[in-house]
T-cell receptor, first 115, second 118 residues
């Protein structure tokens, strides 16, 4: 089975701090994703990486950056955390596969609170 | 632009009842995929099914069944004889193209919370 591991289930940080959320997958997947999930808004894509050192902005990239130095690890960075970034963050990975559209496999999520 | 609508936000049923979760989508793509995911209280989204736009056959997997109707742009999910363990938030999603890497992203509906009471 695919295993996507997020480094923390719960995290509390202060406004203005630089915050790192880490995600590791063990299936050699090319594609990795970061989403945030908010009540009433569903999941929204922050950033996407289709291979090592490759990234693309999603629907809500403002205030975030990402890093993918190794294939198995995809980091989400909040450059200067703000209270409106309090949310559940979900990481996902996926094999590219023939024909695309392969299902994404998700981690357990990190519930981040910015005080 | 692609869009997924799950009109029901929350449903509560009693165990053994059947329940249908509605999903309506919008897309201009001729080739696309639809997905259902389950998010139990533990938080992890669990993949349930993927269906491509050329395959309108209904699918059954145990107590789960899916009805894809291209004419009405709907991909509904039915749980038969619901159980307490089915309590979760369910998301419908549609694939949409990304600009780089020849890949695609998922556009999610807002989710529907199902509570199955004993």
């Amino acid at each position: 089975d695919v295993k996507v591991t997020q480094s923390s289930r719960y995290l509390v940080k202060r406004t203005g701090e630089k915050v790192f959320l880490e995600c590791v997958q063990d299936m050699d997947h090319e594609n990795m994703f970061w989403y945030r999930q908010d009540p009433g808004l569903g999941l929204r894509l922050i950033y996407f990486s289709y291979d090592v050192k490759m990234k693309e902005k999603g629907d809500i990239p403002e205030g975030y950056s990402v890093s993918r130095e190794k294939k198995e690890r995809f980091s989400l960075i909040l450059e200067s955390a703000s209270t409106n970034q309090t949310s559940m963050y979900l990481c996902a990975s996926r094999i590219t596969g023939t024909g695309g559209h392969q299902p994404q496999h998700f981690g357990d999520g990190t519930r981040l609170s910015i005080l | 632009a692609q869009k997924v609508t799950q009109a029901q936000t929350e449903i509560s049923v009693v165990e053994k009842e059947d329940v249908t979760l509605d999903c309506v989508y919008e897309t201009r793509d001729t080739t696309y995929y639809l997905f259902w995911y389950k998010q139990p209280p533990s938080g992890e989204l669990v993949f349930l099914i993927r269906r491509n736009s050329f395959d309108e056959q209904n699918e059954i997997s145990g107590r789960y069944s899916w009805n894809f109707q291209k004419s009405t742009s709907s991909f509904n999910f039915t749980i038969t004889a619901s159980q307490v363990v089915d309590s979760a938030v369910y998301f419908c999603a549609l694939s949409a193209p990304l600009t780089q890497g020849g890949s695609e992203k998922l556009v999610f509906g807002k989710g529907m919370k199902l509570t199955v009471n004993p």
